[in-house]
């Protein structure tokens, strides 16, 4: 009886240890999502997008009642019609992030994780101060802004080329989790 659970235990960790060490039972590497440039630069675009959207809302809102209900309703619309293409960018930086630890510790994962969304939180800065540099009506640059943001024009699926990426990696993303 003890040979053969020695046995047992003998053939389950043949087959266990190479997909726990990274490769599946047949020895051949797991599939993984893709991570290149296109993806990183969508993922950029989605997040950076969504964080110009609060901060357009945060700005209009400061305005005055009205426009703040109006803010407030845009952003909300916004992110009902964005928010999972949002979410797969953001899990696509964390796996990014998990690439980087596997790779390079834990302290360069945290440290990568920051960089991306400083550079990210710079670039949305930037992006909304170019919305309104030189303005002389604030207001109405927030009414324009806010319809914008209400009818969809600008949603992430306004930029085909970047959405179809995304598009992609949540569909990648699903299935990796799927295997795991």
Avoid at 5 to 10: A, C, E, H, N, Q
Avoid at 167 to 173: G, I, K, P, Q, T
Wanted: aromatic share 8%.
């Amino acid at each position: 009886m003890n040979f053969r659970k020695t046995i047992l235990i003998g053939a389950l960790a043949c087959v266990a240890l190479p997909v726990f060490a990274g490769q599946s039972a047949d020895g051949t590497p797991p599939w993984r999502p893709d991570a290149n440039a296109a993806r990183d630069t969508a993922a950029g675009f989605a997040i950076s997008t969504a964080m110009v959207v609060n901060d357009v809302a945060t700005r209009c809102a400061a305005i005055d009642a009205d426009h703040a209900a109006a803010a407030n309703a845009a952003r909300d619309a916004w992110w009902a019609r964005n928010q999972l293409m949002v979410e797969t960018a953001n899990g696509y930086v964390r796996y990014l992030q998990a690439l980087h630890q596997v790779k390079r510790g834990e302290e360069a994962a945290r440290t990568f994780y920051a960089s991306v969304f400083d550079d990210l939180r710079a670039q949305s800065d930037e992006s909304v101060a170019g919305l309104f540099k030189d303005v002389k009506d604030e207001r109405a640059t927030c009414e324009h802004l806010v319809a914008a943001y209400t009818d969809g024009r600008m949603d992430l699926a306004a930029s085909d080329d970047q959405y179809q990426i995304l598009v992609a990696m949540d569909r990648d993303l699903k299935t990796y989790r799927g295997i795991q």
